[in-house]
């Protein structure tokens, strides 16, 4: 994952692990850069302004913004396709989540108050999200929990783990093996 050529004009790519390289769609944006890529061979990123998911074989999807966005990346996804990233709204960052039909959420939402210029990092293949921002003026982390509902049009929502009990939490996932994912192995920001 990455990019092959000048900041200016970089296009994204992809190596496998033979060292072929795939250079991957530019949709219009120019700057184009990959960050993160699952099992099926989708990755996310960015192309000038806009938060892009590009299939296994390069072909560029623009993504949603949420209302007033002026610029937005995704940084990360997961085996489902969904991703995770930012919208920056009103010079802020915004915790943004793009499920894999590509409906765009503005997780800051979900969080509550005292939240201010969130971003999204990681996405596991469980859906649980995790991502740091401004809470009540102290940078901090947060995670996410996804919330499987029977019968729901969306299959689910998601709960603020800082708002769960440990026990409630942990009763809502199975136990975390070696085959499935329920970690994080680190949190970061949105841009800046």
């Not at 994952?1 to 994204?12: N, Q």
């Not at 989708?42 to 390069?58: F, L, M, R």
């Amino acid at each position: 994952m990455g990019r092959d050529g000048t900041p200016a004009t970089s296009i994204a790519a992809y190596w496998s692990p033979t060292g072929r390289e795939t250079l991957l769609a530019d949709p219009g944006g120019g700057h184009n850069v990959a960050v993160a890529i699952n099992a099926s061979g989708h990755s996310v990123g960015s192309s000038g302004n806009d938060a892009v998911e590009w299939s296994k074989d390069g072909t560029a999807t623009v993504l949603a913004d949420l209302p007033g966005t002026e610029s937005a990346a995704a940084v990360a996804i997961n085996k489902e396709g969904a991703s995770v990233g930012y919208c920056l709204v009103g010079g802020t960052a915004v915790a943004t989540h793009w499920s894999a039909a590509g409906v765009v959420k503005n997780l800051q939402t979900i969080l509550g108050a005292g939240w201010t210029d969130t971003g999204a990092a990681g996405i596991n293949n469980a859906g649980d999200i995790c991502g740091s921002g401004m809470h009540n003026g102290v940078e901090s982390a947060f995670e996410l929990l996804w919330v499987p509902k029977a019968g729901s049009t969306d299959n689910g929502s998601y709960v603020n783990a800082a708002s769960q009990s440990i026990l409630a939490a942990s009763a809502i996932h199975a136990p975390v093996t070696e085959s499935s994912s329920h970690g994080f192995a680190s949190v970061g920001h949105g841009p800046g």
